[in-house]
């Protein structure tokens, strides 16, 4: 169903033309062309997603969606640019921190797949021994990896590695909220996940978030196990289907809270 061209990726399928037929404001922007009888929903933490069989039922790009994703780059940008004023102290000693922990730039840049599959580079506060780093990303962080600084476990637990992903709000490549951006070839149990979740590419339809659905349900970390690896995935599906500015809030606010203050990173 899905294009894997590393480049950018055809994700025409995933959207059908707004219908002239029957309103069902239930079904999120699941396209209104398709008959109700032929979907079937799942619950990811309390937000129904529509399928069609195993794929993710294609969204209308109706007026309406694209108003809310006018408003949600706007909130974007002035989100993360108050943020990035704010706590800019902060991440000034955490840059001199890291440079003083061990030799080598505070940033960590890396290639992640954005909206329609486009590469963007990332940015985060380097966590790992510069001779340890993995570019490629596919070699995913554990518990007590021995590749971490001291200082480096401690920004991971509280997050604080992916404040300078607010850069990349800034310049577009990603969202407050959105899935998460994966790197080319990321793993689930071992194996490629767009080989075995044929419907993998349907979250880069939206640009990809400093955190999401997912990660705010404690979906987050290693993709080890594949029954996690799936549910992460379909916690997006059901963002992308549903999202609005009150989700995007309850999802900031439950981060907040999850992560920079109950510090659940590794």
Not at 175 to 195: I, K
Request: charged residues 20%; hydrophobic residues 40%.
């Amino acid at each position: 169903m899905f294009s894997t061209s590393a480049s950018s990726r055809d994700l025409s399928s995933i959207f059908s033309p707004p219908g002239t037929g029957h309103s069902r404001a239930e079904l999120g922007d699941v396209s209104d062309t398709i008959p109700r009888a032929t979907l079937s929903a799942r619950a990811a933490s309390g937000i129904q997603s529509y399928w069609l069989g195993d794929a993710p039922a294609p969204i209308r790009m109706s007026g309406a969606r694209l108003a809310r994703l006018a408003a949600k780059r706007t909130l974007d940008i002035i989100g993360a640019l108050l943020v990035l004023l704010f706590l800019m102290p902060l991440l000034i000693v955490v840059a001199i921190a890291i440079k003083v922990s061990d030799p080598g730039p505070a940033l960590f840049k890396q290639a992640r797949l954005g909206k329609d599959g486009r590469p963007f580079t990332i940015y985060k506060f380097r966590s790992m021994y510069m001779n340890k780093c993995s570019v490629d990303g596919v070699a995913q962080t554990t518990s007590e990896d021995p590749r971490v600084m001291p200082l480096g476990a401690f920004i991971r637990r509280t997050s604080i590695d992916e404040l300078p992903q607010l850069l990349n709000v800034l310049v577009g490549d990603m969202s407050l909220v959105g899935p998460r951006p994966h790197v080319e070839g990321q793993l689930a149990a071992g194996q490629r996940y767009n080989e075995v979740l044929p419907y993998y590419d349907y979250r880069l339809i939206m640009r990809p978030g400093l955190t999401g659905w997912a990660q705010a349900n404690g979906f987050r970390g290693p993709t080890d196990n594949m029954s996690r690896a799936r549910l992460r995935i379909e916690h997006d599906v059901a963002y992308i289907q549903n999202f609005s500015f009150m989700l995007d809030l309850k999802i900031m606010l439950r981060t907040l809270r999850r992560e920079f203050i109950g510090g659940t990173g590794f």
